[in-house]
């Protein structure tokens, strides 16, 4: 009913947890686990019928509470209770691995529930049904409909889910292995769990490691970190002390860039890594293949001089009007054509880029979830400029070079 995360394949699991299977088979460093697969969920939902159920978002709802409201059948929920035991019961990672996610073509970037710190097979359950119901949330049909298929429900939707023991990291982030024979290992570290890094929250430090082994870093002001206490997670600030403390020294980014070249090598192609250090050790949360390759780093020959600054997220320039766009409450606002200035992106805000013609950023980097799905989006996108929401007005015509990281024509 279960099945080690060690035995764990695609075509059963979910891309992500097959990657993590395979790494694991491989002797690489990923926390052990285990992982309720396709099977458990078609039994547990089989029964529900939501093939009748459109992507009309009244309908979406309803198979999401649906999905929500049904217990766990007893027997996963025993399985689950004995898997946790032979763990010792510790606090767990509970992820998604659905059928389409991860994969060479989408990497489904953020758009299915995850979740950290949870403890008791009480809780377990309940992420897992999340984990479920969160394949007919409207930001992930958004997404599939964007990534070439049509955006509603199919009888292979899918979602197994992957357990394992949840890390405390001192420092984490992600890391894109390299393209081709002679380009960089592409890094991005900073304090705490690593939804500071993916969900853009933070302006991440920037390590590029060269085929020669020479490093070239960015380090930046990181100002929060998220970490655990408990089973809850919380957002701290950083001690002003430590905000400018590069998150990485050379020895661990070169040491990161050698785990990459290995996954790269046992699964077959550029990967895009979700790392943490704990106790001086570095371990592997996620890889799947690269999708869209970030921009290189920007220059500062070319940059107009009236331009905001910020970091390439996403190849193009375009031109149009900016809209300040604080939270969901704002999303009503947005017209085609729209450039979105934010604070950060939440995977959440994806159906907008479908419509938005461009994104600006106040944090972030150019390995974050919203990058990543603006670059497979095929718009530009400028991350990480500082007090974008003030220095830009509404309504302004605006035009954002995406590889060169540059936002001008502006009246702040």
Known sequence: MLVPLMEAAADTCGGKAGALGALLRAGLPVPDGFVVPFAAYLAAVGDLGLGRFTGEPDDLDAARQAIQARPLPAPLVDALGRALDELGDPPVAVRSSAANEDTGQASAAGQYE???????????????????????????????????????????????VILQRHLDAEVSGVMFTPAGPNDATEIEASWGLGPSVVGGTVTPDAYRVAEDGSIT??????????????????VRDVPTRVRHRPALDDASATHLAALGKEIAAVLGGPQDIEWAIVDGRAWILQARPVTAAPPPPAGTSDTPP?????????????????????????????????????????????????????????TGGALSHAAIVAREHAIPAVLGVPNATARLRDDAVITIDGTAGTVTGTNA
């Open 306 to 362: 009236a331009a905001l600054n910020g970091i390439p997220g996403s190849h193009g320039t375009v031109t149009g009007t900016a809209r300040i766009i604080r939270g969901p409450g704002d999303f009503a606002r947005v017209r085609p054509g729209d450039i979105l200035v934010c604070p950060f992106t939440d995977p959440a805000w994806t159906p907008l880029l479908r419509i938005a013609a461009g994104v600006v950023t106040e």
């Open 114 to 160: 995850s979740f950290l710190a949870v403890r008791g097979v009480g809780e377990v359950a309940h992420a897992v049904r999340a984990c479920w119901a969160s394949l007919w949330s409207p930001r992930a049909m958004g997404y599939r409909g964007a990534s070439g298929r049509d955006g509603r429900p199919s009888d292979d939707l899918v979602m197994a």
């Open 217 to 234: 870093r960015t380090v930046t002001d990181k100002r929060t970190r998220l970490d655990r206490r408990g089973t809850r997670l919380v």
